[in-house]
């Protein structure tokens, strides 16, 4: 099982949907969740960043966090097709070396 | 700001020949990071230093790759002899330091290698 499982997608939403990303993961040990957009041929960018569970909210950007249930998720209001993108979870653990643990990115494309 | 610079953008080679990804991180950033991105997957760290110290390394195929990081600042990483199976973009990464919300990263655009 990998420490972290998201939906590869590919997801097609109309231009002013809401969109729901979701990342599920087995690592209890978790405590700082992120989500990263990532355009084609470029590098990962980071768009929430987030400490244990709760709500964040950024813009039209919403990131929750759900430990109980190992259940993260992005909400993205009024999508716009500029959103098209690939979006990545990702989490680490509270101590320790820093490494990122990723899911494999879901493909979002966002139409006029 | 700067962002993470890497270079070379591109590179094809053919399988068993060497090659080198240079990396320059943001100002100030004491933590670099290196991630292997295979199509259709997350990034996978390969290691991590501290200034110019490993931290973790534990997933670097050390039989054919190795990197290092030269007075802090710059790092390149290299794989000697490459194999198909290397094919992949090669991230950079940096951040502040390695405690709380000072680990965000911030990626460079990535070196996209092709073995042949």
């Known amino acids: 099982q990998k420490e972290v499982e998201q939906d590869p997608g590919p997801l097609s939403v109309p231009e002013g949907a809401i969109v729901s990303l979701n990342c599920t993961y087995s690592?209890?040990?978790?405590?700082?969740f992120m989500w990263y957009r990532q355009y084609s041929r470029k590098g990962p960018e980071l768009l929430m960043y987030t400490y244990s569970s709760g709500n964040k909210e950024d813009g039209r950007f919403t990131a929750q966090v759900d430990k109980s249930s190992k259940y993260i998720s992005l909400f993205i209001r009024d999508s716009q097709p500029s959103d098209s993108a690939t979006y990545l979870c990702a989490m680490r653990l509270q101590t320790g070396a820093n490494n990122l643990f990723f899911g494999t990115g879901t493909r979002l494309t966002v139409i006029p | 700001e700067a962002g993470v610079a890497q270079s070379p953008r591109y590179k094809i080679i053919e399988k068993r020949q060497s090659v080198a990804f240079w990396c320059n991180p943001i100002s100030g950033h004491a933590t670099l990071y290196w991630y292997q991105q295979i199509l259709g997957q997350g990034p996978k760290l390969l290691i991590q230093?501290?200034?110019?110290?490993?931290?973790?390394d534990s997933q670097l195929p050390k039989d054919r790759f190795s990197a290092e990081r030269l007075k802090g600042v710059d790092s390149t990483l290299k794989i000697q002899p490459a194999k198909l199976e290397d094919s992949a973009v090669y991230l950079c990464?940096?951040?502040?330091?390695?405690?709380?919300?000072?680990?965000?990263?911030?990626f460079g655009q990535g070196t996209r290698l092709t073995v042949v």
């Open positions: 990464a940096s951040s502040l330091g390695d405690r709380g919300f000072n680990t965000e990263a911030f």
């Open positions: 690592n209890s040990a978790f405590q700082y």
């Open positions: 230093f501290q200034n110019n110290g490993v931290v973790d």
